[in-house]
């Protein structure tokens, strides 16, 4: 009776073996390649300060953003202009003069309009200033086909 249990408890032990190595060992399609990235250290030198590139692209903030006073900033820093061309009564009428804005080149968006709302309000912009309105107003014009455009103010 001994030697059955030895040889029940080896095969036992045999099979745990087994299922640990063989079945729960991680598949090759699962395993990843962990490449160690480009220091920007010197490994000879370590001590040595490597200077940043500055690109082209990059902006220069000349006040650091926690020594700013937010109180400074007003609601008018965030105004902006556009130049409304038509006045529609028709929705897809205006979707249709939006899109041929754009394709223009410029920024164009709908608004409704009027006491009811049922008036679709074509605008041209934003712009930054009045004067990108006014610079571009002849292009602006021709693609609108409009001559009456009104400037005004619009915020975020």
């Known amino acids: 009776m001994n030697k059955e249990r030895f040889?029940?408890?080896?095969?036992?032990?045999?099979?745990?073996?087994l299922v640990l190595?063989?079945?729960l060992t991680p598949q090759v399609d699962y395993q990843q390649?962990?490449?160690a990235k480009e220091s920007i250290i010197d490994i000879k030198d370590p001590v040595k300060k490597v200077e940043p590139v500055i690109q082209k692209e990059q902006v220069i903030i000349k006040t650091p953003i926690e020594k700013m006073d937010v109180s400074s900033i007003k609601?008018?820093?965030?105004?902006?202009?556009?130049i409304r061309v038509h006045v529609l009564s028709s929705n897809e009428n205006a979707i249709k003069m939006v899109s041929k804005i754009?394709?223009?080149?410029?920024?164009?968006?709908?608004?409704?309009?009027?006491?009811?709302?049922?008036?679709?309000a074509v605008y041209?912009?934003?712009?930054?200033s009045e004067e990108d309105i006014v610079s571009n107003i002849a292009l602006i014009e021709e693609v609108s086909e409009s001559t009456k455009g009104e400037i005004s103010r619009w915020k975020l």
Do not use: M, Q, R
């Open 102 to 120: 754009n394709n223009g080149g410029f920024p164009a968006f709908i608004e409704a309009f009027g006491i009811n709302k049922d008036l679709h």
């Open 75 to 82: 609601e008018s820093d965030f105004d902006l202009f556009v």
């Open 124 to 128: 041209v912009g934003p712009f930054l």
């Open 33 to 35: 390649e962990f490449k």
């Open 21 to 23: 190595f063989v079945v």
């Open 7 to 17: 040889i029940g408890t080896v095969f036992s032990i045999i099979l745990l073996l």
